[in-house]
């Protein structure tokens, strides 16, 4: 109904005049701000603080704290935020998304959204891709909020958990995007409530909101443990593999980078691992061994989607262009990969806890985000994330020049144009950067420039510890830049004087990428804050976009087209419109995954939340009798006939299983079942089986207390864990389903809800088990 409602008034202009007006009254407080002494603006904190306790709403001082902070900034850090920075702040905390172009000051924006939302006390995380820009951040713009009285904290992975408790505690805290969602997963995770780190979720405020809900919301935040699989099954699927010939063993679905068994490679198999049948239930664990192997032989590509550092496959972010240190892909698949590329294979490890970015953020009260590019994806953040994306005016309209795509028949042509651009521009002095959406094509023009000798810098995830360095040369007269998508987002690249007088920042793209939000960061930055510059893609028919998703209507231009240039607006249109494609294509497919998170996190939340019971208690006494009484009454409901008349239960059966479980003794007999009303029954077997428990441990029942905590969360852990992994595999063959005529999606629902009740059963015939069956031992000492 929420996302209904914000698609109906999705008014940008409405919103923006609304917005401006807000900006407008913050403006005409400016002088009077002006005349505060620092004694008289800090003392407005804990006048706003009063306020909040006595009713008032955070809208209702918005514009007073607003112009609060940001004096605030001027008197310390120098800088006054802009009419149009009031406004980004202001779309911030109304918990949407503000789009703003590079070099427009969103890290100062966010100093007055945080600052408003942290009076209340409930604490503001914000938000970022790095943990160096975590703690500059802290530290830069933490000095304002220090100023105005509020406290600040630096989240980071090597703080132990009193550290960060003290961090979080904090009205601001600043942290990545990863440690945050880690260190919800351990929270859940601990036996202690002294070992918890975080407070309930409140505002957070995301920087590159795009990179982290939307490229990074199929990645899964795992914590792991313990060994599942040993290397020789990876090397054993990778041998065979290598042997299969494509068309005949096997075939590849460009579109989809897919890759799976003709018959005739799967009768190779079944000779080759000397089996009868591969899609034997027995042989699944094989069968998900060799899918890997093809994937990792046949659709990634080393130095595209990895690379191979120090013995080890170190994932390359296909959006920003960074290795993704301590990431795995899951599933088994980067030991595939290992295997493929003949270094050392790291044991497969079981999971422990889970969480996608998609769910965790959606757990916190009010949710915003800020970046350049967001616009083209606001269906989904409407859809998923309830945001409305409104783009803010630039303080100086853009100087920029963007240029038509030209668009070549062929890639040798296209690079040969991109070149001879390049070496006309560095003649005369401009400086150049040259964008590309691989580590592998960034080398290959690198090799080219040398043997034109055209001098140039090259920033790619195999040398980016020298990103700044470079970074900071790449606006010079004269510089030539080749990069990975590295420098496409968070890099601010400034001109010196010379390059300005020569027509500012060229930025040259070798392909289009598959996302239209990329090129735009690419385009971005060229033209930061009114400054000019210049943009132009080269495109050819032969580059992956436009093998896997261009139209097939213009082929036969296409192949005309030779070593000559065109520039077409209907063509243009077409990879524009190949773009649209592949982003609804990974648009479906991160709604399907959250489709399937969601069985998950309900069940998560279930789990949590009872955990968390049984955490903060000090005594679990009473839940275990629940778990006496649960276990008893569901046992007794598996003998009843509920369709017959009266109360048939088939007692014989039912006597076999209370003595299996340890309820009763062999002493008891079927008659002595019988005995008055099934409900009856029940109060007396759970009784006479809790008394039984009670007289075993009374002479250490203050020492048993934390015993039976400790086993209670062990028994929800383990099962959880078992369930996690059970999950999963059902969720790997689920799509088969479609073969009988079902819905996959609705046989993942029915099934995981009758698995989560099976678990939750077990662990009260767990828990129970344990009482009936310990056994306390008195040793003297």
Known sequence: MLDFIKNIFNNDNKILKEVSDLADKIDLLADETRELSDEDLKAKTPFFQERIKNGETLDDILVEAFAVAREAA????????????????????????????????????????????????????????????????????????RFLGLTVGCNLRSMSASQKREVYECDITYTTNSEVGFDYLRDNMVTEVRNRVLRPLNFTLIDEVDSILIDESRTPLIISGGARDGAKQYEQADRFVKRLHEGADYVIDIKSKTVQLTEDGVTKAEKSFRINNLYDLDNTGLVHHINNALKANYIMMRDVEYVVQDNQVVIVDQFTGRLMEGREYSDGLHQALCAKENVTIKQETVTLATITYQNFFRLYSKLSGMTGTAK???????????????????????????????????QKAKFESLLNTVKELHEKGQPVLVGTVAVETSEYISMMMKQRRIPHEILNAKNHAREAQIIEKAGRKGSVTIATNMAGRGTDIKLDDEARALGGLAVLGSERHESRRIDNQLRGRSGRQGDPGMSRFFVSFEDDLMLRHGSERFEGVYSKLGDVAIENKVITKQIEAAQRRVEGINFDIRKTLLDYDDVLRQQREIMYEQRNEVLDQDDVHGIIHGMFNKVISDTISAYRDFEAKGEAVDYE?????????????????????????????????????????????????????????????????????????????????????????????????????????????????????????????????
């Not at 310390?76 to 802009?82: C, S």
């Not at 998923?384 to 062929?410: C, F, S």
């Not at 006597?655 to 019988?674: F, G, W």
């Open 74 to 145: 001027y008197r310390v850090i120098g800088e006054f935020p802009y009419k149009v920075q009031l406004m980004g702040g202001i779309i911030l905390h109304q918990g949407d998304i503000a789009e703003m172009k590079t070099g427009e000051g969103k890290t100062l924006t966010s100093i007055l959204p945080a600052y408003l939302n942290a009076l209340d006390g409930k604490g503001v995380h914000i938000v970022t891709v790095n943990e160096y820009l975590a703690q500059r951040d802290a530290e830069w713009m933490g000095e304002i909020h």
């Open 376 to 410: 083209t994806e606001e269906e989904e953040f409407l859809q998923i994330y309830n945001m409305r994306v409104i783009e803010i005016p630039t303080n100086r309209p853009i100087a920029r020049e963007d240029y038509a795509d030209l668009i070549y028949g062929t």
């Open 653 to 781: 059966g039912l006597l076999e299983a209370l003595q299996t479980l340890n309820i009763v003794d062999d002493k008891i007999s079927v008659s002595e079942l019988q005995e008055g009303t099934i409900e009856e029954l029940q109060t007396k077997l759970t009784e006479d089986a809790w008394a039984q428990y009670e007289n075993r441990i009374d002479e250490v029942k203050e020492q048993f207390v934390k015993i039976e905590k400790d086993m209670v969360l062990s028994m929800i852990d383990r099962s959880w864990i078992d369930h996690i992994d059970a999950m999963a595999k059902l969720r790997e063959g689920i799509h088969l389903r479609s073969y009988a005529q079902e819905k996959p999606l609705q046989a993942y629902v029915n099934e995981g809800f009758e698995m989560f009740e099976e678990m939750l059963s077990k662990i009260a015939v767990d828990i129970v088990m344990f009482c009936v069956n310990v056994k306390i031992e008195y040793r003297q000492g």
